[in-house]
């Protein structure tokens, strides 16, 4: 019994460190100060916490970041605004906060631990999520070519 609760205990505290080592999505909402959370989504854009956003993506980052900087103007939050307004700013954090969050999801690093064929020492593989759609979708693609070359050159005459 106590092997087990031993166990268990330690699954729930990788898994525990393994949650917090994981950095949160940068997220906008509407009653934080407007100024910070721009400042905010600005720095994670720079120092590289989303290596996987596509250039679109960021550009439409960057426009919806400036569109709610000139709608807010001087004011703290986006309550203070009046409600049309209000709606399109919430509109562009939407956005801005659905691009993040999937470019979170692809930036993940998912490393995968194999031992090679005679070797009892294992090899890491880290790579993120886009990494690895890339890879997969280049191996479909190269056999995909392989197999239509096949169908559209017969075999040579004399074989």
């Known amino acids: 019994m106590y092997r087990i609760t031993m166990v268990v205990m330690l699954l729930g505290l990788s898994a525990a460190a393994q949650a917090a080592s994981e950095k ?24 590289g916490e989303y290596a996987e956003i596509s250039a679109d993506d960021r550009a439409q980052v960057r426009q919806s970041l400036e569109r709610i900087t000139l709608r807010v103007g001087d004011r703290q939050t986006a309550q203070e605004l009046p409600p049309a307004v209000q709606n399109e700013v919430f509109n562009d954090q939407e956005r801005i ?20 064929t005679g070797s009892n020492m294992p090899k ?14 280049k ?6 070519d392989q197999r239509s070359y096949r ?9």
Request: proline share 7%.
């Open 24 to 47: 949160p999505v940068v997220q906008m909402d509407r009653q934080a100060p407007v100024a910070e959370q721009v400042r905010q989504v600005e720095k994670a854009l720079d120092n």
């Open 97 to 116: 906060n659905t691009i993040l969050t999937r470019a979170h999801a692809d930036s993940r690093l998912v490393c995968q631990h194999t031992r090679t």
């Open 124 to 137: 890491s593989r880290c790579l993120t999520v886009a990494e690895r759609r890339r890879i997969e979708e």
């Open 139 to 144: 191996g479909k693609a190269l056999l995909n």
């Open 151 to 159: 169908t559209l050159s017969p075999p040579p005459a004399g074989r």
